[in-house]
C-alpha cells in the first residue's frame, strides 16, 4: 500500500519509520501541505496522511478521488479542517487518532500558565545577562485559584487531574455532562458560571460551528478582570480581533496560545527571515503578558509514536477490510 504522507517534518520521518517497521508500508514524505494545488502530489497513491493545517476541502479530496486515493488519514485528533460531506459523497474515509497522549497537551496547558504567572522566561534571560533583579517578575499563588475548563474530554480531564493536584477549584462547562467526572468530583457549571468565577480559563472543546469565536468580546466582558486564557485546543475559538482590545484594556490579564486562527499560514516553518505580513500575530507578540507556542502541546515522543502506530494501524485495518478503526463520519460533527 502506498501512502502519500503531507507536511512532513524530520519527526513525522523518525517516527513513521520507526513504527513502519512492523508494517512494511510504502510511504513518501511531502514537505508541502496539502491543497488543491497539490493534491496531484498524490498521484498512484491509496492513501493519504494529513496534519492540522492541510486543507482537506471538497476541491483537494476531488482531486484526491480522482486519483484512487480511497481513504485520508488525519495523524492528529481535530477534524475541523476536514469537509466531512464532501468526503462522504465522494465515498473517502477520514480517520484520525482520536487520543494520543491527551496528558501532553495537559502538561503544555500548564506549562503556558506557570510560565506566564512566574515569568521563568523573562528571568531566564535577565540571569544570563548578570540582571539578578526581581522588578517585575512577581507573579501569584495557583493554590486555591479558580480554573475554569470549557470542554472536558480528554485532554480536559486529564489537565483538571494536573490542576487539582496544585490545589486550584476546577470547573466545567461541556455540552454534555459525564456521569462518571461527576462522581470523581468534577463540578460542572453553565459557561456563564464558568467565565465569571474563573481565575484561569482553559480551552479543550473542538472547534466546530458552534463553538467558533466561544471567546469573543461579549463572552470576555463576562470574565474577571485580568483573567488569564489559555488555548491549546484551535485557534478559532477565539476572535484574535477582541482578544488583543481586551488585553489592551487590561480585562485579559494574560494569554498563552499554542494555536492561532490564521496558524496554516505561520506555524510549522522557520519564518525568522520574513516579513511578517499578519499583523494581528505581531500585535499578540508585542504585548509582555502574552505567550506564544507554535502548536506543540502534542508534541512528546510519547505522543509521536502514539500518533505513528495508531495512524498506520488504522491504515491497515482500512485496507486489510477489517472494521474501520476510528473513523471520522459525518454526523461527528
Ligand atoms: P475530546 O473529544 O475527548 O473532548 C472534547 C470535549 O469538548 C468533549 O467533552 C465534548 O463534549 C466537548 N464539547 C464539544 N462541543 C462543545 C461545546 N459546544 N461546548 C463545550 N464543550 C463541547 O477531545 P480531546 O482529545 O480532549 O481534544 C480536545 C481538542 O484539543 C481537540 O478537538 C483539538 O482541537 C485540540 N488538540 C490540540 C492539540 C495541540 O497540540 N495543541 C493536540 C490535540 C488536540
Redesign the pocket.
Known sequence: MKIALFSSMSYDVEYFELANRSYQFDITHFEARLKPHTAHLASGFNAVCVFVNDVVNRESLTILKDHGVKIVALR???FNNVDLAAAKSLGITIVRVP?YS?EA?AEHALALILTLNRKTHKAYNRVREGNFSLERLTGFNLTGKVVGI???????TAFSSIMKGIGCRVIA????QDKKLIKSGIEYVSLEKLLSLSDIISL?????P??AYLVNRQTIAMMKHGVMLIN???GGLVDTHDAIESLKSGQLGYLGI??YEQEEKLFFRDRSEEILQDDEIARLMSFPNVLITA?Q??FTREALEQIASTTLGNLKAFFENEAVLNEVIYSDV
Open positions: 492528529c485528533a481535530g487520543a491527551p497537551v470549557v470542554g472536558i474530554g480528554k485532554i480536559g462547562y461541556d455540552k454534555y479543550h472543546c473542538p472547534l466546530t458552534e463553538t491549546t485546543s484551535r499554542d494555536v502548536h502541546a502534542f
